[in-house]
């Protein structure tokens, strides 16, 4: 800058650089606090679209093996661990059970239960002793876990 240039400033009134730096801090205020409202906005937007899709992702991880349904298995666990289904519908259970991990888990779990509320008894455990096969559910987990 030339000197000549210089000539044409004009002082600034008392006070303005004050006002000018907190204008533009209150700015930088409300920018921050709108991204936030925008992300908090976001995230609760996809909270509430995942737990109305939850339902309808239960229903699709409902699947039909060996004749009969996820859902359908777990409304007769009480009966099929107390022998009180006809032998057809328990060897579809069992084979379900075999090819299902997430139901082979779920009977595992409560298999786990049961013993540990009940010491000292001793549970059928047919249910979760099945031959090695591509399609067995206990070697699935074991790779997946």
Same mark, same amino acid.
């Given at each position: 800058?030339?000197?000549?240039? @210089?000539?044409?400033?004009? =002082? $600034? ?5 004050? /006002? +000018?730096?907190?204008?533009?801090? %209150? ?11 925008? @992300?908090?906005?976001?995230? =609760? $937007? ?5 737990? /109305? +899709?939850?339902?309808?992702?239960? %229903? ?16 007769? =666990? ?68």
């Amino acid at each position: 800058m030339s000197r000549s240039s @210089t000539d044409n400033w004009n =002082a $600034c009134p008392r006070g303005e650089l004050k /006002s +000018l730096s907190t204008r533009l801090r %209150a700015r930088r205020t409300r920018r921050n606090w709108a991204r936030s409202f925008a @992300t908090l906005a976001l995230v =609760a $937007c996809a909270g509430v679209g995942a737990w /109305s +899709l939850a339902p309808q992702m239960e %229903a699709m991880m409902d699947f039909k093996i060996a004749g009969i349904h996820c859902s359908r298995v777990l409304a007769l =666990a009480q009966e099929y661990a107390a022998h009180k289904l006809d032998p057809q519908v328990e060897e579809q259970i069992k084979t379900h059970i075999h090819r299902c991990p997430r139901c082979y888990l779920r009977f595992k779990a409560m298999r786990l239960i049961m013993s540990e509320d009940h010491p000292g008894t001793h549970h059928d455990r047919r249910s979760l002793a099945f031959p090695r096969s591509s399609l067995d559910a206990p070697a699935v987990v074991r790779k997946l876990g």
